[in-house]
């Protein structure tokens, strides 16, 4: 049972026992990743943690500051933390994404990351950027107005952050090498959770689903994530609206809606009055799915519960919730998200745009001597950027790029596909089976960059929630089927589109988003549906330096965690 921590310059608690200051411009964390049983569906296992939580600790700011976090990894294997849209200007050391940025901090070492926020302002989150150990390495991240300012709305009452996450009963990091070994699909979970609880409709659960206190007549903040792993999801309140603020940390015109749709990455803050007669009220949440490939197709649940004298309900009223499969109500939903666009909250569309990429995004196969394989045709399954399937290095590209270390990446990653062709509708074999390599994309320092998201129908074609480290980007436009040079881009929205950092690709359609390369050093860009980074759906830019010393990446810090086999 949970209540909400009250906004302000106040000390927040965490599990009932860790205080702290949410008013000081620098502060600084000590954080154990350690193995921890828990007890979820019947079953007790080990799983990764900080500090023994499931979910982790959460980090509160005001926009601008800058935060220490001290990782002591007492865990059995190297691990790295990823600040996900925190932009980190000129940082990219303590970005966190493993042999892209740094190497793993070994188990039994510790590392120091430096968290310098700017621009953002909402809910962001922090996970585990090696394999797949965000599954269970996870928590949220609050970042406040600035001091001196307000929100573009009425202050809440309270505020509580919703994290949604997946839980397996066999240990995540065995369940994706056996998939990587054999080619075929990972198994998928066996429960979404809310706040670390699966909640009353999965066995063994009822007596510890989530419970949220409300007061009558008050309007609260709902910090909403999305840590599950590959699924979207729906979520949503019984009787009560949602009015959707924010997403990625950007204000947004409110949206008054039954319910949200929100890909693995994203965050939303929502607000809800509580007007509803006293008594119980479900929250849910279950998976979008819009391709013909296996997903978690049950439910998790929590309840908004009123204080207040009155008899508890003999039947809970449930919310009702899109079915897994209705993309109209999905794209209802993601249409309406348009940046607020203020005098206090402007944005800046880049229309001078120096560099444009066509930019396929597809599943693939890869071809297993003697038919060994448990993926289609006998393969292995494969994911790509422009037919090409990343593969990480085993020294990070960071350290390359700086060092000037040859060998470990090409700077050849290419601003279109290899074959035109009609991507959302044939299947053309020799786009079917990708090209390896770790190849990158470089920038000049300033320039407007445009990149046109095209999905295709290839083995197994569904919405791509695609993530960009290091940046916020514009959504100017999206549509299906394919993109038309000539007319897609008269539907641009260059007045208000949403600013993000993760937005969803539609299945068989394009998506087209711009930003300004002013953020100098190494960033990874890929897939949130983990399945799909882990076959190869990533790629990386290197921005390159500046003229001035503020457009200049910064030298690394004094110490780096050194690479070697994790």
Not at 32 to 52: A, P, Y
Not at 348 to 358: A, E
Not at 541 to 555: A, D, H, Q, W
Request: some cysteine; aromatic content about 12%; glycine content about 8%.
């Amino acid at each position: 049972m949970a209540g909400f921590n009250k906004m302000g310059c106040i000390l927040t608690a965490f599990l009932g026992f860790m205080f702290l200051q949410l008013c000081s411009a620098t502060r600084y964390y000590d954080w154990v990743l350690k193995e921890t049983n828990f007890t979820r569906l019947c079953s007790t296992k080990s799983i990764l943690t900080v500090n023994g939580g499931f979910p982790g600790p959460p980090i509160q700011v005001h926009k601008g500051e800058t935060i220490y976090v001290n990782i002591h990894n007492q865990g059995l294997y190297g691990v790295t933390i990823h600040w996900h849209g925190v932009k980190q200007p000129r940082n990219p050391w303590s970005d966190g994404p493993e042999n892209i940025t740094q190497c793993p901090i070994q188990a039994g070492s510790n590392f120091t990351y430096e968290v310098v926020f700017s621009s953002e302002e909402g809910t962001l989150w922090w996970h585990a950027h090696s394999d797949w150990t965000r599954a269970t390495v996870h928590g949220a991240i609050v970042v406040l107005p600035a001091a001196g300012t307000t929100y573009p709305f009425a202050t809440p009452y309270a505020q509580q952050t919703i994290i949604l996450a997946s839980w397996f009963k066999a240990d995540v990091m065995e369940v994706i090498n056996s998939a990587l070994a054999t080619g075929a699909d990972p198994n998928t979970s066996d429960a979404f959770t809310i706040n670390g609880q699966p909640g009353d409709l999965y066995s063994c659960s009822k007596a510890s689903t989530y419970r949220l206190l409300v007061d009558y007549g008050k309007t609260y903040m709902l910090r909403i994530i999305n840590a599950i792993m590959n699924e979207e999801q729906f979520f949503a309140i019984a009787n009560h609206n949602l009015t959707v603020v924010t997403q990625d940390a950007s204000y947004i015109k409110p949206i008054t809606t039954p319910y949200i749709m929100i890909t693995p990455g994203q965050t939303m803050d929502v607000l809800v009055t509580t007007n509803q007669p006293r008594s119980h009220y479900y929250m849910a949440s279950t998976a979008y799915n819009d391709g013909n490939v296996p997903y978690h197709n049950g439910t998790t649940t929590a309840i908004l519960q009123y204080r207040g004298n009155y008899s508890t309900p003999s039947t809970t009223p449930f919310p009702n919730l899109p079915i897994h499969n209705d993309t109209t109500a999905a794209d209802n939903f993601t249409a309406r998200v348009k940046s607020l666009a203020s005098k206090a909250h402007p944005i800046s569309v880049p229309t001078n745009i120096t560099t444009r990429i066509y930019m396929t995004v597809s599943i693939n196969e890869r071809i297993c001597a003697n038919a060994s394989c448990a993926g289609p045709n006998n393969n292995a399954i494969a994911a790509s950027l422009n037919n090409i399937s990343f593969e990480t290095p085993s020294i990070d590209i960071l350290q390359a790029y700086y060092r000037g270390i040859n060998g470990v990446f090409q700077g050849n990653f290419p601003s279109n596909p290899p074959l035109f062709y009609n991507f959302t509708g044939e299947v053309v074999n020799s786009t079917k089976y990708p090209t390896f390599g770790t190849k990158v994309k470089f920038l000049k320092y300033g320039e407007g960059v445009e990149i046109i998201f095209q999905g295709t129908n290839l083995v197994a074609p569904e919405n791509h929630p695609m993530h960009l480290h290091g940046f916020s980007f514009y959504l100017v436009g999206t549509g299906y089927g394919n993109f038309n040079k000539i007319t897609s881009p008269k539907t641009y929205n260059l007045v208000d589109p949403l600013e993000a950092n993760t937005i969803g690709v539609p299945k068989n359609g394009w998506a087209t988003i711009r930003f300004v390369a002013d953020n100098p050093g190494v960033w990874f860009m890929h897939c949130h549906l983990e399945r799909h980074a882990s076959w190869g759906m990533d790629t990386v830019f290197i921005v390159r330096n500046g003229n001035t010393k503020e457009s200049k990446l910064r030298p690394p810090p004094a110490h780096m965690p050194p690479c070697s086999k994790s």
